[in-house]
């Protein structure tokens, strides 16, 4: 079956410095893989999306990358603020799959001043 | 655009008693999605429709959990008779279309305790 693998622990790291948040999925070859960001007692909200054929995208301080051989994503914040502080889910995409998200556990980033 | 609504925010219910969780998608949109979160499990799709028409129910976790979507402003999820193991927030969310390539908007959840 599918499996989704994000890091477990939370993420502390200091503001202004480079958030990696690391998303491995297996036994599946999604074509996209969205990224959410969700805060406590919030639905999550929609970051990111790219392709199997994407390398790389970014969007202000944010990067996800996509390695279809490594069957991983990585997701980058740079210059990071205290307001970064959520959990960030990711989410791989069939093709065919109808916009079925199949969700990671989530990484719980905290940034501090 | 008011967004994705959910209600109730919070319920609280007592085991064996019926519950009801209701959801209005975004206008226009004709995909919608009930997924539940848990600690231990994350967050799980348990159904979904598009135009109304239930596609996928195989997240649904057994008989006692039914869902329906009368028109395309309105769906409830029902659990009958609710057990504390179904203590969890739920989330409605739907989205334009089916393609992988589109954004779904989640709704605030309701936050469901089973005493």
């Known amino acids: 079956s599918q499996k989704i693998e994000q890091n477990s622990e939370a993420l502390n790291i200091q503001e202004g410095k480079t958030a990696t948040l690391t998303c491995n999925y297996t036994n599946y070859s999604p074509a996209y893989l969205q990224w959410y960001r969700q805060d406590p007692g919030r639905g999550p909200v929609f970051l990111l999306l790219?392709?199997?054929?994407?390398k790389e995208k970014r969007k202000e301080r944010l990067k996800v990358t996509f390695d279809t051989t490594l069957k991983q994503s990585l997701f980058h914040i740079t210059a990071s603020q205290p307001a970064d502080s959520a959990t960030y889910l990711c989410a791989p995409v069939f093709s065919g799959g109808y916009n079925k998200l199949i969700f990671g556990a989530g990484t719980r980033l905290a940034v501090h001043p | 655009d008011a967004g994705v609504i959910q209600s109730p925010r919070h319920e609280v219910t007592e085991m064996g008693q019926e519950v009801t969780l209701r959801c209005k998608p975004i206008?226009?949109?004709?995909?919608l999605f009930w997924y539940r979160q848990t600690m231990m499990r994350g967050l799980e799709l348990l159904i979904y429709f598009n135009n109304n028409v239930p596609i996928d129910d195989s997240g649904m976790p057994e008989d006692r959990f039914s869902a329906k979507m009368p028109n395309a402003s309105f769906s409830t999820l029902k659990i009958q008779p609710s057990e504390p193991r179904d203590s969890a927030v739920y989330f409605c969310a739907s989205s334009a279309s089916g393609g992988a390539r589109e954004t779904q908007y989640f709704g605030p959840g309701t936050r469901l305790l089973v005493l």
């Open positions: 790219i392709r199997e054929n994407e």
């Open positions: 206008s226009g949109h004709d995909y």
